[in-house]
């Protein structure tokens, strides 16, 4: 890791910039498959397996037959986990529920608003390099629980045709509709479009790599609403001179093992911290299955010393990470300053790692800087909420000359009107 000592505040926005990401070419190969999708469908989607994801497929669902073959094939240890996250991400979700209650804005107007759910979404859950079973639970749980009617899953299949295990008693736990063996740009257009197998959704929800959020940004500028735009994932720590060392450097790790463009930003006030930190980076790393990715990504990562903990939430904020970490003994006084941030891990117990598998909170959160302006996945994101509002005469004698005035005022004659020819049927 690069170690910047006490940088100018002029310097900060050049330090934590991400990198930029060149999709010129990539956005061709995208532009192609979803017109191949939405165009020809199932038959443009089974090439598109072959070709990019070597599976030769008879059927595109899962079948009932493999849901129940999967179930035998996953540990006790491993389906009292995902029990046991299920549980409290669908506590934490639950308590998300929102009740709008009706108020008379002026004598005779009363407004209110209902939360309705998204009828369909669409789940991308990954393959690649680790069988991400934990997002399937992030991701239809709350659907489930906000009263989504449909929910669909695509995931890559392997060279065999088969879903992993894991993803597929998640998505049983969690009450995923129908499962699709598709990965890909063509996973995102076919639930964009539709296909004579998959069913087009109102929303797509989903990590993936750049082709996988090219896709979805593609779709969204036009055919369907999306969860958010999505970069490498990342995490920020926050440190002071009580930080364990051992545990700054777990995780670190275990943000930098995701992948090589994983962003690992540690912000701390010790110098004994850091160099005690990067000692046990070398240690721990030296054991890792997946240290050649974690390597790679630390190369890139930066450890920056500031003078105090103010100004290490202040750079914090200007990264607006996807991770926070506060690592520091009076975390409690901080809280109230951290304005961008994904998901915020408090104190020396709180690793990342909790809320990526079973604290209950959503790990799917904005990249990239998107956390100045996003929020992670939410109750919110599966429903929408539609707005009412009742009037009665006294409501129209309440408000109307002031809709008349305005909308005089803006030129629209036939709106003032609307709303005159109440009035004077009341006088």
């Not at 690069?2 to 990401?21: G, M």
């Not at 799917?364 to 509002?389: C, E, M, W």
């Amino acid at each position: 890791m690069n170690v910047l000592k006490y940088p100018a505040k002029t310097e900060w926005s050049q330090i934590i910039q991400r990198p930029h990401l060149e999709v010129t070419e990539l956005k061709k190969t995208v532009e192609t498959v979803l017109d191949d999708v939405r165009v020809n469908g199932d038959e443009a989607v089974f090439r598109y397996e072959a070709k990019f994801d070597h599976a030769t497929l008879r059927s595109l669902m899962v079948s009932e037959e493999e849901l129940k073959e999967a179930d035998g094939m996953v540990s006790k240890d491993l389906k009292e986990s995902l029990l046991l996250a299920h549980h409290n991400i669908s506590r934490f979700h639950e308590n998300q529920r929102f009740e709008s209650k009706h108020i008379e804005t002026a004598p005779g107007v009363e407004c209110w608003q209902k939360s309705v759910a998204i009828e369909k979404v669409g789940l991308y859950i990954p393959g690649g390099t680790a069988p991400l079973f934990s997002t399937v639970l992030m991701l239809a749980t709350p659907a489930k629980i906000a009263g989504c009617k449909e929910i669909i899953l695509c995931t890559p299949p392997n060279h065999d045709g088969k879903v992993h295990p894991a993803i597929l008693a998640a998505a049983k736990i969690a009450g995923v509709n129908k499962i699709f063996k598709i990965g890909g740009i063509q996973a995102i257009g076919a639930m964009a479009y539709g296909t004579q197998s998959v069913p087009k959704v109102y929303k797509i929800f989903g990590p993936g790599n750049q082709y996988v959020m090219a896709a979805k940004q593609m779709v969204g500028i036009r055919d369907v609403a999306i969860d958010m735009p999505a970069g490498p994932s990342e995490v920020c720590i926050v440190a002071d001179q009580s930080s364990s060392p051992s545990y700054i450097a777990a995780d670190l790790l275990s943000q930098a093992e995701h992948g090589t463009d994983s962003q690992v930003l540690l912000i701390c006030i010790s110098e004994s911290i850091v160099n005690r930190v990067l000692r046990e980076i070398e240690s721990q790393l030296a054991v890792l299955p997946r240290r050649d990715i974690a390597s790679k990504a630390l190369n890139n990562s930066k450890i920056i010393l500031v003078k105090d903990l103010d100004e290490a939430i202040e750079l914090s904020n200007m990264y607006a990470p996807e991770h926070l970490i506060l690592e520091v003994d009076r975390w409690n006084l901080m809280v109230d300053k951290i304005v961008n941030a994904g998901s915020v891990f408090l104190g020396r117990w709180a690793c990342e790692s909790a809320g990526d598998y079973a604290s209950g909170t959503n790990h799917t959160l904005p990249t990239h800087g998107y956390a100045v302006a996003y929020s992670g996945v939410n109750l919110d994101s599966y429903v929408r909420k539609i707005t009412f509002q009742h009037l009665t005469e006294e409501g129209v004698k309440s408000i109307g000359q002031a809709v008349v005035t305005m909308a005089v005022d803006e030129q629209l004659e036939a709106h003032a009107n609307a709303m005159r020819i109440r009035l004077n049927d009341i006088e």
